[in-house]
């Protein structure tokens, strides 16, 4: 059997975007990105830190799942197969038809183009969405009893600034029983109605540096939070929002000149219902 090698990083990219090597084979941070994309249809980002870790892991270990039967496919002479060659062409087919397709519509989308008028004038008219909401960034510790903890905060109760920063992570790391206990409890900043209720509750009613006195009790256990950062709602200035406006314009504009594409397309093509 080859030797099956698992470079996987928690925090931090290994090499090159790789987040893990199986049997030689390296598996990107692109493409685990891509997926995930897909899987939660473009709202990855807004789902809440401890969901993103879950469904992280859970495309990293699909992903070297499917490279091990790769594998062990080829190994069984399964790309030689009659079966595989005729199921392989099929797939060929509706892949020819498909990126075509693809690269059809992003030459049409290159040719939209969106003048700086406009762009301006949909930023003054919508400033509700370019507010950007207060923010915390949050470590915590959970733990399955009240009890475990109370002692957790027992132990850092003493300490203050960078020596809890550092200790609260070493804690995490040992004790935590949630998916960011490898990164020290660290959750990364999360807006208002991210998290559950109670814990919501609790990080954003904190001060920067400041840890909670009493557990925090949520479906999944007892948590011990410790905030780290805090940034106040802000309104976006037109400069940190312009590339996202014109691509949105960009878009609204793409979407109505496909539909008339697409009826010019259907009214000179020969289609016919198979009754």
Do not use: C
Not at 100 to 107: G, I, Q
Not at 237 to 250: M, R, W
């Amino acid at each position: 059997m080859r030797k099956i090698i698992l470079a996987m990083a928690a925090t931090a990219v290994v090499y090159a975007g790789t987040v893990v090597t199986v049997n030689g084979k390296n598996i990107t941070e692109a493409e685990v990105q891509e997926v995930l994309m897909q899987g939660t249809q473009g709202r990855y980002d807004q789902l809440p830190p401890e969901k993103q870790s879950e469904l992280s892991q859970r495309v990293i270990d699909g992903l070297i799942s499917q490279e091990l039967i790769y594998a062990d496919a080829k190994k069984e002479g399964v790309l030689e197969a009659a079966e595989y060659k005729q199921e392989l062409a099929k797939v060929m087919e509706r892949v020819e038809v498909q990126l075509a397709s693809k690269v059809w519509e992003k030459r049409q989308f290159d040719k939209v183009k969106v003048n700086e008028k406009d762009i301006k004038a949909y930023y003054s008219a919508h400033p509700e969405e370019f507010s950007e909401q207060e923010k915390v960034r949050a470590s915590h510790i959970l733990v399955k009893t009240e009890s475990e903890a109370k002692d957790v905060i027992k132990e850092l109760s003493s300490l203050k600034g960078a020596a809890l920063i550092t200790q609260f992570a070493e804690v995490a790391k040992s004790k935590s029983t949630g998916p960011s206990a490898p990164k020290g409890g660290d959750l990364g900043f999360f807006g208002e109605g991210q998290m559950v209720p109670s814990f919501n509750e609790a990080a954003f009613a904190m001060k920067k540096g400041e840890m909670t006195k009493t557990p925090v009790k949520s479906q999944f256990g007892y948590h011990v939070i410790l905030v780290t950062d805090k940034q106040e709602a802000k309104d976006l200035a037109f400069d940190e929002v312009k590339g996202f406006i014109e691509q949105k314009l960009k878009v609204e504009a793409f979407k109505e000149q496909m539909e008339a594409k697409m009826e010019t397309l259907k009214k000179n093509a020969k289609i016919t219902f198979a009754k």
